[in-house]
């Protein structure tokens, strides 16, 4: 059952927390939809416009239909992750997608709203879920590169009246979080006393967290020992401040970086371990198998284990 994210984050709002999930390849969609039946957890699967490119719209799109085909039954929404005008235009045309983001979070507060706006009135008539974001993320994104020093906390006292005048039906904030594998290098963590103000602001509006891998450490000691060279500073959000966000509203916590981390120490161990193999698909196939326990540890984190059939 695909739905637009309004209807996961519905059920969700302040008891679990939905997990938006990046995906770029096969093995990607087939150990989502593998673990998320095991687990009985409703999903997010998520493309960038970097991934769009990578495998190109179409192929991802098939892969996701045929994997619903695989998989019946399952509960999830299908989701174009920082969009601008164009891919979101696209991705509504498509009757793929069932929520898009329009991220005009660079751009002032009065474009941001107008082009928000734009993409709302374009999904409404078709019941697509529109995400904006209000405030900047440090970090690297596929293409996307904002110095950390720069970054822009959400200021709460703007929230309200940006969603007042977009209609988005949620809001990714800025409060603390990065894209890539540095997010806490300098020890802090997420930012409370934002989340507090920003839900008094906006009670029982679904809000979504970007950046919020763990990056276990043991994957990064693996990857250095396999001929990687990360810095021992790579950190994420901890499991903590992810359990405690989910009180203050967050329905929507997206996960890339530690996919990424798993790809790159299962292939670097393999390919080590067995310097005679050149075959791709034993790897890949591990990947699959150790991605689903990767995803069920996130769907207990985001208490949204066995939560699928609420939406049934
Ligand atoms: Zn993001």
Redesign the pocket.
Known sequence: MRVPTSVLFEKAYGKFCIPAINISNPEQVLGLFSAAKKFNAPFIIQTTPAARDYASPSMLINYINAAEELYPGLVFAVHL??GNEKHAADAIASNAYTSVMIDASHDSFVNNIERTKAVVELARPKNISVEAELGV?SGV?DDLSVDESNALYTDPNKVKEFVEATHCTSL?VAVGTS?GAYKFSQGEGLRFDLLDEIQQKLPKFPIVL??ASTIDPKEIDRINKAGGNLSKKAKGISEEDIKKAISYGICKL?IATDLRLLWTRIFREFFMEHDGEWDHLKPGKQYMEELEYLLEKKFVLLNAKNKANLYK
């Open positions: 992750d920082h993320l994104e990714a894209h970007h950046g997206n």
